[in-house]
């Protein structure tokens, strides 16, 4: 099974201000994926992060709020950008070996702005 | 949309089976089932999946209906460590995208 680290585990930010979330996989996966959950909520995917190209978003989210780069099959970056009180969530990070398979999931990160 | 359909909490007492219905009535022939738990504050925990038949694991038994249309997850003896938000999920895109619904609250009662 991948074991998935993420940083920072929680943060707190100042509205306006940018916060770049780190995925790290201790194998090569095919699939990276974003999750937000908003207080008391599910899981909502964000984007699917594509290596060495542009991710992709799903409806509601933008690549000017929620910045991804995954420049290899180890390691990907979220940025929440410029943000206010409404993005405070905690954000996952999910891996997937290959098609069919289990997905794992990081601890996430536990944001919230002030 | 989840597109499927859990009732949004249950009770079990400690030692027995716990029993967690799913309804995907509008499943597709490629699509499989999907279970995940999230235990309060983790990250959400893959439990087990299947397509057609019934699968057993470690963890759990997924009970598939032969038209598909519903599943039942069966954990044999709920222990209090198995209180979390269960979630049952349909993906067939081959691109283990989950969609998260809303799931099933298990609370296990000593």
């Known amino acids: 099974s991948a074991v998935i680290s993420q940083k920072p585990s929680r943060d707190i930010c100042q509205r306006g201000t940018s916060l770049t979330i780190q995925c790290q996989v201790d194998?090569?996966?095919?699939?990276m994926f974003w999750y937000r959950q908003q207080p008391g909520q599910s899981l909502t995917l964000i984007a699917t992060?594509?290596?060495?190209?542009?991710?992709?978003?799903e409806s509601g989210f933008v690549i000017d709020k929620f910045p991804i780069s995954r420049p290899n099959l180890t390691f990907s970056t979220l940025t929440v950008s410029n943000m206010s009180p409404e993005d405070s969530s905690i954000y996952l990070c999910?891996?997937?070996?290959?098609?069919?398979?289990?997905?794992?999931f990081g601890q996430g990160t536990r944001l919230t702005v002030v | 949309d989840a597109k499927t359909t859990q009732p949004p909490s249950m009770d079990c007492a400690e030692g027995r089976a716990a029993n967690l219905p799913c309804n995907h009535s509008?499943?597709?022939?490629?699509?499989?089932v999907y279970w995940y738990r999230q235990i309060h504050s983790q990250g959400p925990q893959y439990i087990i999946h299947?397509?057609?038949n019934n699968e057993t694991n470690e963890m759990a038994s997924l009970i598939i209906t032969e038209d598909r249309k519903s599943s039942t997850l069966i954990l044999p003896h709920a222990t209090l460590r198995d209180t979390a938000v269960y979630y049952c999920?349909?993906?067939?895109?081959?691109?283990?995208?989950?969609?998260f619904g809303t799931g099933t609250l298990l609370a296990v009662q000593p």
């Open positions: 999920i349909r993906e067939g895109g081959a691109t283990n995208k989950l969609i």
């Open positions: 999910s891996v997937a070996e290959d098609r069919y398979t289990e997905a794992f």
């Open positions: 194998s090569q996966v095919t699939m």
């Open positions: 299947g397509l057609k």
């Open positions: 992060a594509n290596q060495g190209s542009e991710a992709t978003y």
């Open positions: 509008t499943i597709s022939g490629n699509e499989y």
